[in-house]
């Protein structure tokens, strides 16, 4: 089956950096994306990786290695408005049914002062 | 601001009843996505249509339809309502059907609820 897993809850501290991890399991591979969403809200768009490595944007970074169907974000200099739900999605094969996204559940990031 | 819409923001409901919503997706994208998403649970993909057609089935229940229009907005109907079908309901629009590189962007959903 297709599966995405991610870390349910995440603390962290104003200032730090935190890395949220995602694994995949899913039937072929066309990228990989990573929204944010405030509780209530509408998930926005953060990151697409599609090759190998790291990809950077301002304080949030994204990484991916398909070889072991894995990602990160890497958020630095948290503020106290990230906290919120970070979602990873895969896109499988691109073909049919499959090119819908498999979403996460999400990790909830709580940042304390 | 994504400039996908959604309406309405909110509404409330009784069981048995039939709603509709409504989104209406980006300049000059082609692609509408629909999701419930329930209170501390994942996006649930329901539907999406292409340029008219449908192009990809989820977990859409047989009481749920959805349609997308000529003018590419799409309208998502939730008929014989139940308490369960509480939740935020999200649109999503994209570029394209679903290539690689095509990223999906949300509107602000509506947030039903049946009481």
């Known amino acids: 089956g297709q599966n995405i897993d991610q870390p349910t809850e995440m603390t962290a501290t104003e200032g730090a950096i935190v890395q949220i991890n995602c694994t995949y399991q899913?039937?072929?591979?066309?990228?990989l994306f990573w929204y944010q969403q405030h509780a209530g809200e509408a998930p926005t768009f953060l990151s697409y990786?599609?090759l190998d490595g790291l990809e950077e944007k301002g304080r949030f970074s994204s990484f991916l290695s398909r070889s072991k169907g894995y990602s990160y974000l890497l958020l630095k200099e948290l503020q106290m408005k990230d906290s919120a739900s970070y979602l990873c999605?895969?896109?499988?094969?691109?073909?049919?049914?499959?090119?819908?996204?498999?979403w996460g559940l999400g990790t909830s990031l709580a940042v304390n002062p | 601001d994504s400039g996908v819409t959604q309406t309405p923001k909110h509404l409330i409901t009784a069981t048995g009843q039939r709603v509709t919503l409504r989104c209406s997706p980006r300049?000059?994208?082609?692609?509408v996505y629909w999701y419930q998403q329930s209170l501390d649970q994942g996006l649930q993909f329901l539907i999406q249509?292409?340029?008219?057609?449908?192009?990809a089935k989820g977990n859409i229940l047989e009481r749920f339809s959805a349609q997308q229009f000529p003018d590419l907005h799409s309208e998502l109907n939730l008929s014989s309502l139940e308490l369960g079908d509480s939740a935020l309901y999200f649109c999503?629009?994209?570029?394209?059907?679903?290539?690689?590189?095509?990223?999906?962007?949300f509107g602000p959903g509506t947030r039903l609820t049946v009481l």
């Open positions: 999503a629009s994209s570029a394209r059907g679903g290539s690689s590189t095509d990223t999906q962007y």
């Open positions: 300049s000059g994208d082609l692609s």
């Open positions: 249509y292409y340029n008219g057609e449908e192009r």
């Open positions: 899913t039937s072929g591979f066309n990228g």
């Open positions: 990786n599609v």
């Open positions: 999605a895969v896109r499988g094969d691109n073909a049919g049914n499959n090119r819908k996204l498999i």
